[in-house]
């Protein structure tokens, strides 16, 4: 059974920074990729950034580019998300993602690819 679990979220104020972590058990396939989605009240769920194991490339959402950098390890089945300046309109339920077999190209921005999900992790920016 394929376990994500998420940790770090908070409460922060603008401008400030905040790491999620992620954690996958059970993840035992050769073939896989992990992203992070986020969700704030009343809107849909976002695409905030993956990792493409095999190179190393980032991918980010528009809106975190050039303030989240994402990172991980494939072996170990963990990937980050360092946040840095905040702003109100980051906050949001966080939530990790893993995908199996193809994730990658035009499907790796689609929440509909990925597998399996964690419970979330709430972030929340005051200004």
């Known amino acids: 059974q394929v376990q994500l679990v998420e940790s770090g979220g908070g409460l922060v104020q603008a401008g400030e920074s905040l790491r999620l972590s992620c954690a996958a058990s059970g993840l035992t396939f050769r073939r896989f990729a992990m992203a992070w989605f986020r969700q704030a009240p009343g809107k849909e769920r976002e695409f905030v950034a993956a990792?493409?194991?095999?190179?190393?490339?980032?991918y980010y959402g528009d809106s975190v580019a050039g303030r989240f950098s994402i990172s991980g390890d494939s072996a170990k089945r963990t990937i980050d998300l360092q946040m840095n300046n905040l702003q109100r309109e980051d906050t949001a339920n966080y939530y990790c993602?893993?995908?199996?077999?193809?994730?990658?190209?035009?499907?790796?921005?689609?929440?509909?690819?990925?597998?399996?999900w964690g419970q979330g992790a709430s972030v929340t920016v005051s200004s």
């Open positions: 990792i493409d194991w095999n190179s190393g490339t980032p």
């Open positions: 993602a893993a995908c199996v077999g193809e994730c990658g190209g035009t499907f790796r921005r689609r929440g509909a690819t990925y597998d399996f």
